[in-house]
């Protein structure tokens, strides 16, 4: 089983304390994320965004969710036999979950090198698979978490906090 981690140093103990004891969220929404549908993905990543506008999130962490939670959505689809995205909201940062049917990341160091991409034909047609979308999830995110293997599921997890300090 591979893992990945990538944490912004100055938060790690704020994202530490988070995993290993996570609170209860304040909101809870799930979006079905199918295979090669790439109407329906997306759409999990729009409306948490619209949430997140309505409850005063400024618009550069909004931005910054909006870009990260959709590259993510667009992953399941493109590539997994389609999953779940989790949203879980909390006063001070929101924490996204995604988890896929597999067929899972054989090395995940490999498939966050940018413009490394294993997307076929009609995920290319769609526009994807500038092997980019884990770059900037990773770039967008406060701390990101990936566990994989081939043969299983993908779990991709991140935190944005709402006021970086
Ligand atoms: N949920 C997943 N399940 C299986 N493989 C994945 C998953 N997410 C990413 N990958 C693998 O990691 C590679 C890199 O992903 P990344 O999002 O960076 O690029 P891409 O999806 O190929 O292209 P882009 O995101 O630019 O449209 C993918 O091509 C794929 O091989
Ligand atoms: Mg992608």
């Known amino acids: 089983m591979g893992e990945y981690w990538n944490i912004k140093p ?7 304390q988070h995993f290993s004891a996570p609170p209860e969220a304040e909101v809870e ?3 079905e994320v199918p295979e090669k ?5 997306g759409r999990g990543s729009s409306e948490v965004k619209d949430l997140l506008k309505r409850l005063g999130v400024d618009s550069e962490t909004l931005r910054r969710i909006a870009v990260a939670s959709y590259e993510a959505e667009i992953n399941l689809a493109a590539h997994s036999k389609g999953g779940v995205m989790s949203c879980m909201i909390y006063d001070d940062l929101i924490h996204l979950r995604f988890l896929d049917k597999g067929p899972g990341i054989e090395d995940i160091t490999q ?3 940018p413009g490394y991409s294993t997307a076929d ?7 994807f698979g500038a092997g980019l979308g884990l770059p900037n999830i990773q770039k967008n995110s406060d701390a990101l978490h990936i566990q994989s293997a081939k ?4 779990l991709l997890e991140l935190l944005i906090f709402f006021s970086a300090p």
């Open 29 to 31: 929404l799930e979006f």
């Open 37 to 41: 549908d790439f109407n329906t993905a």
């Open 151 to 154: 043969g299983s599921s993908t």
């Open 111 to 113: 498939a966050m090198i």
């Open 121 to 127: 034909e009609l995920v290319r047609e769609f526009g």
């Open 10 to 16: 100055e938060l790690e103990d704020s994202v530490k």
